[in-house]
């Protein structure tokens, strides 16, 4: 809110009736709030958009619920609850006859939203309608107030053009005070400490009582709000709630609204693939920040590609607008000592919840942690939720979507690569350490990681900035040898994993280490894999020819045939690897539009043993025979056109052919021949 000045209010006149003042204020509310603030990466600036247009329902539910289950330790249970409590609806809040109204939450998720669209209803006529006035009031903006004795006075200082000589208190009157907690002496009211105060703020902070002891909304961050709460628990006529952010439908429904056709599919196929991503959504300012990252990505202005950049990119997105609140480019806020050493601690808090797998941690556990850092406060609004039970203070990420990032970011700045290994608990944590590797300066991923983050830079006795020529563990290899010093050998189960690390750090293959790739990964399997696997795999063996080291083997299919349609990516991926590769395996009839294969393969393996498919799709397979030295053939125990593959095969030059058919193996064109004759010669 950057003025509440009206210029399109009531003219001047002695006197003004409360019908008058009222419309002027709608007039106001609807010229100054119909347009809210949207960032718009990677400019500093800010771009207004309709909030009537895209406003989606917001998850609310009872606060005192919630709160009650502070102290659920176990990850997965904690998650399916913050999702399971019974909502209420947005008409039903508000219609409530209570004298206090307390909302809460986590920043960006969607309190101001809401307010603002509260004004805008009243305005309309839709809400609030037992109300003469509404008062909206912002604690930042109360930080400007100097010199004020009353509450019309108060008023006056920001709706002067409607107000003039009007007494509010003498109507129906109904206060708004949005971001209680970013007023400067909030602390003072709710420790009731006001003796050692300036005059002119102790005058403000009765007037705020006063204002809050009225009919009032509030609404401020988890610890604020039960902090006022605390203060104000023998008040009967009140409710509490919190906003969760959005629901699985309105998530869907806010793609379709606000989301470009182009990069729609892209932002749904991200929230399916990734549980970060798919948490982040839940969060108004996440779920905004993830489809403006798409939006960027597919424009001709910025390449975004891997997950890291995604997260990272949010990371500072939220950084900017709700721990710095300004628009100061984010190269300049990393520039600053004390923000480096916040993250920092935020980093290392958030490995030991990972590492000992809590979501909770004791006042000791969380200090014990933290040492003598001078920021907490700046933590426990933003990042860490604050909850004072019987006890005592109870700390936890109030998103567990970053919990997993940071501590990523600790692992990648503090730990080697043998440290890593031998910890079993990482392995989800190595695409993140890994994409941290990547340079690509359309991102912030150099920016955070070429911050030294290092344990010996923020030593607990240390409150200034020391230079230090010390480097990060993992900065002082290439990405791929990081990688593959991750991976020495290459199980089933870890060769995924592998993938993903290699394509979020972008890494690339140069001569003098690409003999170092385990054979394993030289192999590639294409079926039913995510766009996102699929991704990883295309860059993998996109580096890999690139390097002129060969695919060993295209597998395409499962055992058990599954007859889905390849996406463009499968496609596109097929099309690379057949450029230089040994070995096929093909197990469904593969077709693409415009496309056949060129390059010459060493052996072909069609195996339809547990699929009968037709002759029309088997001869998809044809352009691919005349590619191959050895070819090895298992075909359904029902194929009915077996003469047809006898001619197909006898066309070609072989080094080496095997066909399997029911309990016969043919090792020669002779033998499967002979087979054939005798077949006829019984069925005749």
């Not at 808090?349 to 406060?377: C, P, Q, R, T, W």
């Not at 480097?471 to 020495?488: A, E, G, H, V």
């Amino acid at each position: 809110m950057s003025s509440y000045s009206s210029t399109a209010s009531a003219k001047k006149i002695p006197k003004l009736d409360v019908l008058n003042v009222c419309i002027a204020l709608k007039t106001f509310y609807k010229k100054t709030y119909e347009k809210i603030g949207e960032h718009q990466p990677p400019l500093t600036t800010n771009t207004n958009v309709n909030i009537l247009n895209k406003f989606v329902d917001l998850h609310i539910v009872d606060a005192v619920n919630v709160r009650k289950d502070i102290i659920i330790a176990d990850r997965e249970y904690y998650c399916k609850k913050q999702k399971s409590y019974e909502a209420i609806s947005y008409d039903e809040l508000f219609s409530k006859e209570v004298s206090l109204t307390l909302i809460t939450g986590i920043a960006g998720i969607g309190k101001t939203w809401l307010l603002r669209k509260l004004l805008l209803d009243w305005s309309n006529g839709t809400i609030l309608n037992n109300f003469d006035l509404v008062f909206y009031l912002d604690g930042k903006m109360l930080n400007n107030c100097h010199n004020i004795s009353n509450i019309n006075d108060l008023l006056r200082h920001f709706y002067k053009d409607i107000l003039l000589d009007f007494d509010v208190f003498k109507q129906s009157t109904i206060f708004i005070v949005d971001d209680l907690d970013e007023y400067q002496y909030f602390d003072n009211i709710i420790k009731c400490q006001f003796s050692l105060m300036l005059n002119s703020a102790r005058k403000l902070c009765d007037l705020l009582t006063t204002i809050l002891n009225n009919k009032v909304i509030v609404a401020g961050r988890l610890n604020a709000i039960w902090n006022y709460e605390n203060i104000v628990a023998d008040k009967t006529s009140k409710l509490i709630i919190q906003v969760m952010g959005f629901n699985q439908n309105a998530i869907d429904y806010y793609i379709e609204k606000n989301v470009n056709n182009e990069v729609k599919e892209n932002v749904k196929r991200v929230l399916k693939e990734s549980l970060i991503a798919k948490e982040m959504a839940f969060v108004p300012f996440y779920l905004s920040s993830i489809c403006k990252y798409f939006e960027l990505k597919n424009s001709s202005n910025s390449i975004f590609s891997t997950m890291t950049s995604l997260y990272t990119n949010i990371f500072f997105y939220f950084w900017q607008k709700h721990i710095n609140k300004s628009n100061e480019p984010v190269y300049k806020i990393l520039q600053n000592w004390k923000t480096e050493k916040k993250i920092y601690y935020l980093s290392k808090l958030a490995y030991y919840f990972f590492i000992n797998n809590k979501i909770v941690f004791s006042g000791k556990e969380f200090f014990g942690y933290m040492g003598n850092f001078d920021h907490k406060n700046d933590l426990t609004n933003d990042f860490i939720e604050c909850i004072e039970t019987n006890l005592g203070y109870r700390y936890r990420f109030v998103n567990v979507a970053f919990l997993d990032f940071c501590a990523s970011v600790y692992v990648y700045n503090n730990l080697n690569s043998e440290e890593i290994k031998s910890n079993k608990k990482l392995y989800n944590l190595y695409p993140i350490i890994c994409g941290l590797l990547n340079r690509n300066e359309e991102s912030f991923i150099p920016l955070l990681a070429d911050t030294n983050l290092s344990e010996s830079r923020f030593k607990p006795e240390s409150d200034y900035y020391e230079e230090t020529s010390e480097t990060s563990p993992t900065k002082i290899q290439t990405p791929l040898m990081y990688i593959l010093d991750l991976f020495p050998t290459f199980p089933y189960g870890l060769k995924k994993i592998f993938m993903t690390c290699f394509y979020e750090s972008q890494a690339t293959i140069t001569d003098d280490i690409k003999e170092s790739i385990d054979k394993s990964l030289c192999q590639i399997w294409i079926l039913n894999k995510t766009f996102y696997e699929v991704s990883c795999q295309f860059y993998f063996v996109e580096q890999l020819i690139n390097s002129g080291k060969k695919l060993d083997y295209l597998i395409v299919g499962k055992s058990k045939h599954n007859k889905a349609n390849l996406t463009k990516l499968e496609e596109k991926l097929i099309m690379k690897c057949s450029t230089n590769v040994v070995n096929v395996t093909l197990r469904i009839p593969l077709k693409i539009e415009f496309w056949k294969p060129m390059n010459k393969i060493e052996s072909l393996f069609i195996d339809c043993f547990l699929t009968l498919i037709s002759k029309e799709e088997y001869e998809n397979f044809l352009p691919w025979f005349n590619l191959c030295e050895k070819l090895f053939i298992h075909l359904h125990e029902d194929t009915n056109f077996l003469n047809d593959i006898y001619e197909w095969v006898s066309l070609l030059n072989l080094k080496r052919l095997v066909i399997s058919y029911r309990n016969h193996v043919f090792r020669n064109l002779k033998s499967f021949k002979d087979f054939l004759n005798n077949a006829k010669k019984i069925s005749s």
